[in-house]
């Protein structure tokens, strides 16, 4: 008997231990850990919507997302043509719902919550949406997506070397007209 009141006696310890333990987490939480929060539950239940999506992935990359999106990457929502932008290509391209999603949080207006619950949805009676397994260029906000094969490194490389040829040759001295910068984000698709 009393090895069961000890056993009793240290769950509810170790159960308060716990509870503590997840408030004190949740009450260090910054403003990215947040976004990174918020890009994440949006890519689940997107997923969870649709009976898939392959979620993993863009929940697993979600920090760097916001890292990139945040910090990094130079672009503009209200103009997503912008000629001098960073551009993201994506090989890992079931992983769209990543860009889906981030496109969505960041602002650009024709990555609506209801283009979002398209997501991997049939597409009939005349249903159409920008938000599928492989969006491309033709998609704001999208410059390429690929398989895991690789192909989006071999297209990262092109985009870098038409950038910074373009820089080479058009900007004067000590004044960047091309800065652009390419980023690549390369994986299984899980």
């Known amino acids: 008997m009393p090895s069961t009141t000890i056993l009793e006696t240290n769950g509810a310890a170790l159960d308060q231990k716990r509870q503590g333990s997840i408030k004190d987490w949740r ?3 910054d403003a990215d850990d947040h976004a990174v929060l918020a890009l994440r539950n949006l890519v689940f239940d997107l997923c969870l919507q649709n009976g898939g999506g392959h979620g993993g992935s863009a929940i697993g990359i979600a920090a ?3 890292a990139l999106w945040k ?3 130079r672009y503009k929502p209200s103009n997503p043509d912008w000629f001098d932008r960073d551009r993201f290509v994506l ?3 079931y992983t769209s719902m ?3 999603a ?3 949080l960041t602002g650009f207006e024709n990555w609506t919550m209801d283009e979002l619950k398209g997501y991997g949805s049939a597409k009939t009676d005349g249903y159409k949406t920008i938000c599928h397994f492989h969006p491309e260029i033709e998609i704001p906000g ?3 997506t690929t398989g895991q094969l690789g192909q989006g490194i071999a297209n990262a490389v092109g985009l870098a070397i038409a950038s910074k040829n373009l820089a080479a040759r ?3 001295p000590r004044f960047d007209v091309v800065k652009s910068r390419i980023y690549c984000m390369v994986g299984d698709e899980v």
Do not use: D
């Open 98 to 100: 990543f860009l889906c």
């Open 91 to 93: 090989s890992n391209g």
């Open 102 to 104: 981030l496109n969505h």
């Open 64 to 66: 760097i997302g916001v």
């Open 170 to 172: 058009y900007n004067p």
């Open 71 to 73: 910090y990094v990457m």
């Open 27 to 29: 009450a260090s939480l």
């Open 142 to 144: 999208i410059k390429v």
